[in-house]
Structures are given as structure tokens and as C-alpha cells.
């Protein structure tokens, strides 16, 4: 399908982009990359009155490493934070989910903002920002405010955002500790069925499950014996809303997130 | 700042394999159908118009793209190279085209023209590539008809051909 009628604003710089943002709100969407929005677009399940370009806002494609946090601006596309060389070391987690994050083919035009701020619950980008506790920050014309990422989520393609507000940023505590990475997808970059994040904290484990429930879900796990884990691993399972769609039933989720979550808790610990 | 009325069709200039184009569009026209029924060049096909396929994968300031998730005005400017440039010349077939073609890497041929847009491309900026490098790229693209063993034999085989001269794929069609 084709999309419905818009005008187009080519940005400049971040005031006209604010300013359109404040007197547009609502009818006035962002376009970075695309790759998120123009399926949307194209489907008309999105048909906004405007869409402002931020492409060509030099300031926002810088990705920035300061006192062990990586803050990721909005233009800034999935393939230069994957080619970025520090990737690996300073945020491992993201270097192992990020190859499952569509294709070569999207993630050449993809951002990583637009990604979180479509909130797919199937997503990479949202997942790995919940497993390690990172922040969105948000700005419109009067003020800036950031987000820790469960209060960002808000539901199924739903965020906190306000609609005067621009994504500016995202940013990763970079976490050297241990971190495990699994997706279970039709077609390798397809939607994930059930992927699962884990990251080792202080005490034992975060696993964060995408793709089960409405948004990401994160559950800590203290060091426990094998059948102790397995019975928190029951429980979290069973606490998730799961739906049946026509790729998965509920229960295949919830099963891969038992067996998943073994694993990665496990690889994670050891 | 630019704004480009909705009702309106504005100006839009590319250069499309080497050769300055201009046609007009809507700020809602796809690069797809922009390229298609502005431009003429219809060696890009359109399948799904929701970035799953492939089909319509170009390559846009050296990246791949779908021209299907690009709008024309997002083009604006843009240096595009499409199935089209491939060959040197009409008659004449690039590496990795009588690479397809001697592997029977094609039955219809409507997948095609995309999966040799981002083959060009990759093993332009990865003339190492391995096996599984090329399978990870081949998961952006669905072939129907053909099945995907062929497709993978000519890429190798092609990959082989083309690795330590970069510039061949063009100049030596």
C-alpha cells in the first residue's frame, strides 16, 4: 500500500525541529532511518499530518562514551553503532543482539532511537536497553527530562513520550560483567518469537524476555540451586502475558522462556 | 527548513548509476514507484512495500536501502545505483549476473534484481565475505521460486570472481 498524505519538513537544526514539535504535537511524527515508521506508513496504521526529517541534524548522529555510560544519539544508524570498534568491549550485550535486528538491508538505514522509540515488543534494541538499565532522553522546547527504560515502555508500540517531545538520545551503562544473548525467529532477522537478555549483576542475574508480553520484561535472579531456578524460571514464565498469534501459542513462549532462560542464567553465571 | 506541501508535487534530482534524473513527487511517493513511474527504470521491482521482501533493495549514497521504506524526497540529492547499473552496456552481463545465470540462480526473476543489488554491494565493502556472511545477507531477501541453493552457488562463485579487484563488477562486465 501506498502512505496517506503528509507534508514533509527537512530539519536543519534541532530548534525547528522542537518548534514543529510544539505547535504540531500529535500530528507530527519524526523520521530518522524509516525502517520502523514507513512499514507503518505504508500500512496506514500510522497517517500523520507531517513528518519531520532529522537526518540532516549533524549534532545527533555522534555516539558518545563518558564515565562508563554510551549515550547513542537519534541519528545514529543500527550499522555505525554495529561497525562502532568499541561495541564489543563496551557494551557486549548490544554487540550480541544487534546482528538479530532486522537485516544488513534495514540495518543500513535503521536507527537505533527509531527502533526504541517504536517500542516493538518483539524488538532487540528495547530489550537490551531494559537488561541493562539504560535511560531515553527526551527533550522539547522548554526542557529536557530523561527516562529510565521501564517507565519509557508503556504497552505494545507505546511509549511515555509526550507528544512535543524528540528523542535525542538513548544511553547503555557500558557492563563488562557477563551477558548472554538468544532470539528464537522464523528467518534469522525476522520478528523474534521469544529473544532473551541476560545480564549478570551484583548478586545473580537479570533476564529480560521481548516478544512474550506488550513490552520487555525484567525479572532478577538471585543465585539459586538448579531446581530453585527452575521454579523462579516457572514462575516468571507464568507471570508473562503471553498471547497465542500465528507465529507462537502462549504456552510455545512461555516454554522457550523456561528453556532459554536456563541456559542463559547458567552461561551468564558460570 | 524545508517544508514540502502534502498536495504538492515538488522537484526531485538523483543520480541514478552515474546519470543526473530529475522527476517530481509528492513528500508521500515511494523511491520505488518514483523510480518506476517518474524515472522509467523499471529494473526495480516492488513486491511486499513493507521492507520484508527485498525485492526493491537499492543502494542509496553507497548504502543498501529499501526503496520501498525510502521516500523520493528523502532521496533528494542522492547518488542511486540500481539493477540497471550493473552491466556496462544493454548486451552485456556483470559478474554476478552471468554468475546467476550459469548457476540458474533465477526462475522468474522478480526477487533478483534486489538480491544482486545488495551481493554488489556487499562484496564491494566485504570482498572476503564467507559462506555464512553471505547467508546472513540472503536472510533480507525472498526468492519463491528458485530456492535459495543456486542463488548461494553463484554468490560464492561470484564472490571468488570479484574478490581483490573491486572495481570489476563495472569495468570489466
Redesign the interface.
Known amino acids: 500500500?501506498?502512505?496517506?498524505?503528509?507534508?514533509?519538513?527537512?530539519?536543519?537544526n534541532l530548534d525547528?525541529v522542537l518548534d514543529v514539535l510544539r505547535r504540531e504535537g500529535g500530528d507530527a511524527r519524526i523520521?530518522a532511518g524509516?525502517?520502523s515508521l514507513?512499514?507503518m506508513?505504508?500500512?496506514r496504521l500510522a497517517k500523520p499530518?507531517t513528518?519531520i526529517?532529522i537526518?540532516r541534524l549533524p549534532d545527533l548522529a555522534h555516539i558518545e562514551r563518558k564515565g562508563g555510560i554510551v549515550t547513542v544519539g537519534a541519528g545514529v544508524r543500527q550499522?555505525a553503532l554495529l561497525a562502532w570498534p568499541e561495541l564489543a568491549e563496551a557494551l557486549p550485550l548490544v554487540a550480541l543482539a544487534l546482528?538479530w535486528t532486522?537485516?544488513?538491508?534495514?540495518r543500513?538505514?535503521g536507527t537505533v532511537c527509531g527502533s526504541i522509540a517504536h517500542a516493538d515488543p518483539s524488538a532487540e534494541l528495547p530489550l537490551a536497553l531494559c537488561a541493562l538499565g539504560g535511560e531515553v532522553h527526551l527533550r522539547n522546547a522548554k526542557k529536557r527530562r530523561r527516562l529510565a527504560a521501564p517507565d519509557f515502555f508503556a504497552g505494545m508500540m507505546a511509549t511515555s513520550r509526550a507528544d512535543d517531545e524528540l528523542i535525542e538520545a538513548v544511553s547503555f551503562p557500558a557492563d563488562r560483567r557477563g551477558c548472554a544473548f538468544r532470539e528464537v525467529a522464523r528467518?534469522?532477522?525476522d520478528f523474534a518469537i521469544v529473544a532473551c537478555a541476560a545480564v549478570a549483576t551484583k548478586d545473580g542475574v537479570r533476564l529480560a524476555v521481548g516478544g512474550v508480553a506488550d513490552m520487555p520484561v525484567t525479572r532478577e535472579f538471585p543465585q539459586l540451586e538448579a531446581s530453585a531456578l527452575d521454579d523462579a524460571l516457572n514462575a516468571f514464565a507464568y507471570d508473562l502475558d503471553a498471547r497465542d498469534d500465528v507465529h507462537a501459542t502462549a504456552r510455545y513462549r512461555r516454554d522457550l522462556v523456561r528453556m532459554i532462560g536456563a541456559d542463559l542464567v547458567r552461561e551468564v553465571l558460570s | 527548513m524545508s517544508r514540502l506541501a502534502a498536495d504538492k508535487r515538488h522537484s526531485v534530482q538523483i543520480t541514478l548509476n552515474g546519470k543526473l534524473c530529475s522527476g517530481e513527487a509528492e513528500p508521500r511517493m515511494l523511491l520505488s514507484d518514483f523510480l518506476r513511474h517518474q524515472i522509467g527504470a523499471t529494473g526495480t521491482h516492488v513486491g511486499c512495500e513493507h521492507g520484508v521482501c527485498g525485492a526493491c533493495t537499492v543502494e542509496i549514497d553507497g548504502r543498501l536501502a529499501r526503496a520501498c521504506l525510502t521516500l523520493a524526497v528523502q532521496a533528494d540529492g542522492s547518488s542511486l545505483r540500481t539493477v540497471e547499473g550493473l552491466a556496462s552496456t544493454p548486451s552485456r552481463l556483470g559478474i554476478l549476473q552471468a554468475a546467476f545465470r550459469r548457476h540458474h540462480a533465477l526462475q522468474c526473476g522478480f526477487c533478483t534484481a534486489g538480491i544482486l543489488m545488495s551481493l554488489d554491494q556487499f562484496l564491494r565493502e566485504n570482498p572476503k565475505a564467507n559462506e555464512q556472511q553471505i547467508r546472513d545477507l540472503l536472510t533480507g531477501h525472498l526468492c519463491r521460486c528458485t530456492g535459495y541453493a543456486p542463488i548461494m552457488r553463484a554468490a560464492m562463485e561470484a564472490a571468488e570472481e570479484m574478490a581483490g579487484d573491486p572495481a570489476k563488477e563495472t569495468s570489466h562486465a
Open positions: 500500500m501506498k502512505p496517506a498524505t503528509f507534508d514533509f519538513v527537512h530539519a536543519e525547528e523520521i524509516g525502517q514507513m512499514p506508513l505504508n500500512m499530518k513528518l526529517d537526518m550499522a546482528p532486522g537485516h544488513v538491508q534495514t543500513s538505514r528467518r534469522h532477522g
